[in-house]
């Protein structure tokens, strides 16, 4: 399965390494995932979006009161 967030699409990125005398080097830096059960099924989410659900979820909580 690729490295991807399954929620909002997002892949990895490409960087470069630079040494002392300037030379590049491509990189790829992966982003964060990790594995949760949304809906009854296992998917790869990245921190980013378990943030976002978070912090929804907590305001819609804070309305309720």
Request: with cysteine; charged share 30%.
């Amino acid at each position: 399965m690729a490295k991807r967030c399954s929620v909002c699409g997002r892949g990895s990125t490409s960087g470069t390494m630079r040494s002392h005398s300037n030379r590049k080097t491509l990189k790829r830096q992966n982003i964060n995932l990790q594995n949760r059960k949304m809906d009854g099924q296992t998917v790869k989410v990245c921190v980013n979006c378990l943030k976002t659900k978070k912090k929804s979820a907590a305001k819609k909580t804070a309305a309720k009161k």
